[in-house]
Nanobody, 117 residues
Framework: QVQLVESGGGLVQAGGSLRLSCAASGSIFSINWMAWYRQGPGKEREWVAIISSGGSTSYANSVKGRFTISRINAENTLHLQMNSLKPEDTAMYYC???????????WGQGTQVTVSS
């Protein structure tokens, strides 16, 4: 019954940075996995990054080296620091949470990121 709400999206020029946040209405301490997904125009939803409760992270090749996922359990928040943004990063970004990797029961409503040239 935890709810997730994303924020931090917006319009940015290529090469710029944005920091997305996902606030949970309840504790995320017991949630093993939290992840960011995105869905661009005319594209299917794709996985972006994942973080475990212990802080282990993995990234999609398309964002590796540019994005950083983090979580602050004490604040019940998930974050995605996005640097060196590219137009192809334009998408609706969603945070997700679950107890098994790749299987997420909780989803936010999304925050729009638009990267212009």
């Amino acid at each position: 019954q935890v709810q997730l709400v994303e924020s931090g999206g917006g319009l940015v020029q290529a090469g710029g940075s944005l920091r997305l946040s996902c606030a949970a209405s309840g504790s995320i301490f017991s949630i093993n996995w939290m992840a960011w997904y995105r869905q661009g125009p005319g594209k299917e939803r794709e996985w972006v990054a994942i973080i475990s409760s212990g802080g282990s992270t993995s990234y999609a090749n398309s964002v590796k080296g540019r994005f950083t996922i983090s979580r602050i359990n004490a604040e019940n928040t998930l974050h995605l620091q996005m640097n060196s943004l590219k137009p192809e990063d334009t998408a609706m970004y969603y945070c997700a949470a679950g107890f098994m990797r790749g299987k997420y029961d909780l989803w936010g409503q999304g925050t729009q990121v638009t990267v212009s040239s």
